[in-house]
C-alpha cells in the first residue's frame, strides 16, 4: 500500500486573562486564592499526522499537549466528540496529554462532573483553544520526514525516602531514575539526505521531546508553564520559522524535578523554572547536533484497553460517618465518598492507548500519574520503538507499585485518601498493568 503521510503543527496560547485558583498542591503558599499573575504563559501544542493511500483515503492521528496539570475524564469526552463531529477523527486516534504543570488553572473536576461549574470559564476557553489549534494544524499540513536521537537529562530525582520510620516525600539520590531523552525530529523533505538516511541541516516542523520528571519546580501563586514550558519556549525560539516543540510528559508519578537543598526538596521560584528548562533544552540541542537516525512512517494504528484495578476494601457508611469527625485528610475522603457515592466501587479503570504512527514511534499511553517503574518495564520489553507515558485521556490517581503500597507514603497510600479513592489498589495491580500493556501493545487485545 502506497502511503503519504504529513503533519500540521500549531501552538496555541491557553493563559487565561482572569482571576484563577491554581491546582492546590502547595496550600501553605497558596493560601490567598485566585490569582491574576503570569510568570510564564501557558500553551497548548497540537501534532496532527494524516495519512493518505493512493486511493485518496485519509486517516488521522492528533497528539495534544497542554500546559495543564492532566485532562479530566469529562472533558476528553467532549473534545472528542467535537473532533469527530467537524473532522471525522476517530477517539481513539487522539492523545490528550497535560504536561502536568502544577502551576496551571483546574482544569475540571477530578471527582464527578456536577463539580465542573466552578471552573467553566476556563475549561471554555481551553476547549474552545483546543479547537483552535487542530484547526491551525489542519491548515498547515505537508509532508516530513521522520528522525529520532537519544540522550540524558540529570534534572529528575527519585522522591520517596524513609524519614524517622515513614516513607516521606524527599529525595533518595540512590535509587536511580530514568534519565533516557527521547527526540523527535520532523523535517521537511527538502532537509532529507541523498541517500534517504542521516539527515542534512533542513527546514524543521516540529520537534517531540519525551522525558519523564514531575513539573513542580515552583509553588508561587502564579501561572507557569513549569521547566516543561520553558524548555519548549526556548527551543522554539531557536529553531525558529514557526517550528513547534512539543513535550510529551513520561511515567513520572515517583520522580521529582532536582529542587535539592541538602537532603530536602526546597520551594522553587520562577529562577529555578528558568534554570531547570534550559537544562532540559540544552540536553535536546546536543541530541539535535548529533547524526539522528531516519524512522520510517507506518500505517497507523490505535488499540485501547481498559483494566480494572481492584482497590484493597470498601469503607462501610458507619466507617464514612465516623471519619467526618477526624480533622485530616480522612475528613475530607469521607465527605468525598458520601457525597458522590457512585465512587464507592471494588475498582477503578485505568485507560491504557496505544498508537502506532512510525518506527520507533509508538505511544503507550495511560490515564494515572504512573511511576517510574511502569515506564522502565515497557522500555525493557519493547526498546526504543515505544515510548510509555502517563497524564494522558483523563485521570485516575497515582498509579503505584505494589512494593509502593506495601511500604504506604505519599503515592502508595495518603494519595488515594485525598483523592477520594475507596481505599489504596491491591498490589495486584502491578502484574494487571504490565500484563495488559502488552497484551495491547502486541495486538492481542483490541
Known amino acids: 500500500m502506497s502511503l503519504s503521510t504529513m503533519l500540521g503543527a500549531a501552538k496555541v496560547n491557553i493563559t487565561p486573562d482572569f482571576p484563577v485558583e491554581l491546582q492546590p498542591f502547595h496550600p501553605r503558599l497558596r493560601a490567598d486564592?485566585?490569582?491574576?499573575?503570569?510568570?510564564?504563559?501557558?500553551?497548548?501544542?497540537?501534532?496532527v499526522f494524516r495519512q493518505q493511500t493512493a486511493e485518496?483515503?485519509?486517516r488521522y492521528g492528533v497528539l495534544i499537549s497542554a500546559d495543564i496539570i492532566y485532562f479530566v475524564d469529562q472533558r476528553v469526552h467532549s473534545l472528542r466528540r467535537?473532533?469527530?463531529?467537524r473532522w471525522g477523527i476517530e477517539g481513539n486516534a487522539v492523545l490528550f496529554q497535560g504536561t502536568h504543570?502544577?502551576?496551571?488553572?483546574?482544569?475540571?473536576?477530578r471527582v464527578d462532573a456536577s463539580e465542573d461549574e466552578a471552573y467553566m470559564d476556563y475549561i471554555e476557553l481551553l476547549e474552545a483553544r483546543i479547537m483552535e489549534s487542530v484547526e491551525q494544524a489542519m491548515a498547515n499540513l505537508e509532508p516530513v520526514v521522520l528522525e529520532r536521537g537519544t540522550g540524558t537529562c540529570g534534572i529528575g530525582t527519585y522522591r520517596r525516602r524513609i524519614v524517622d520510620g515513614s516513607w516521606t516525600m524527599n529525595p533518595d539520590l540512590t535509587v536511580p531514575v530514568d534519565q533516557e531523552l527521547i527526540v523527535l525530529r520532523f523535517r521537511r523533505p527538502d532537509g532529507i539526505g541523498a541517500d534517504g538516511g542521516t539527515a542534512s541541516p533542513g527546514s524543521v516542523k516540529a520537534l517531540l521531546v519525551n522525558f519523564a520528571c514531575h513539573p513542580t519546580t515552583t509553588c508561587d501563586n502564579a501561572i507557569s508553564s513549569d521547566f516543561p514550558g520553558a524548555a519548549m519556549?526556548?527551543?522554539e525560539q531557536e529553531l525558529g520559522g514557526g517550528a513547534v516543540s512539543f513535550f510529551l510528559q513520561g511515567c513520572c508519578g515517583d520522580v521529582k524535578v532536582a529542587t535539592l537543598r541538602g537532603d530536602?526538596?526546597?520551594d522553587g521560584n520562577e529562577e529555578d523554572v528558568a534554570r531547570f528548562g534550559h537544562e532540559l533544552a540544552a540536553q535536546v540541542r546536543v541530541v539535535l547536533e548529533a547524526p539522528m537516525e531516519h524512522r520510517a512512517f507506518v500505517p497507523f494504528r490505535f488499540r485501547h484497553k481498559r483494566v480494572q484495578l481492584p482497590f484493597q476494601s470498601l469503607p462501610s457508611p458507619e466507617e464514612l460517618?465516623?471519619?467526618l469527625k477526624a480533622t485530616n485528610i480522612r475528613e475530607e475522603w469521607a465527605g468525598i465518598l458520601l457525597g458522590f457515592p457512585h465512587l464507592l466501587r471494588e475498582a477503578d479503570p485505568l485507560e491504557i492507548h496505544y498508537y502506532e504512527l512510525g518506527e520507533s514511534f509508538s505511544i503507550v499511553a495511560m490515564n494515572g500519574e504512573v511511576v517510574g517503574e511502569y515506564g522502565r518495564f515497557i522500555k525493557t520489553q519493547y526498546g526504543e520503538r515505544v515510548l510509555p507515558v502517563g497524564y494522558s485521556n483523563g485521570h485516575t490517581t497515582y498509579i503505584p507499585t505494589a512494593r509502593q503500597l506495601a511500604e504506604g507514603g505519599y503515592e502508595g497510600d495518603y494519595v488515594f485518601y485525598r483523592h477520594g479513592k475507596p481505599s489504596p489498589y491491591a498490589p495486584s495491580i502491578e502484574r494487571m498493568i504490565k500484563e495488559g500493556m502488552v497484551e495491547l501493545i502486541d495486538g492481542r487485545q483490541n
Open 33 to 47: 486564592g485566585q490569582t491574576s499573575v503570569v510568570n510564564r504563559p501557558l500553551h497548548v501544542r497540537t501534532l
Open 56 to 58: 485518496g483515503d485519509r
Open 82 to 85: 467535537k473532533m469527530a463531529e
Open 101 to 109: 504543570t502544577h502551576s496551571a488553572p483546574f482544569p475540571g473536576s
Open 233 to 235: 519556549d526556548e527551543l
Open 264 to 266: 530536602r526538596y526546597y
Open 321 to 323: 460517618l465516623e471519619a
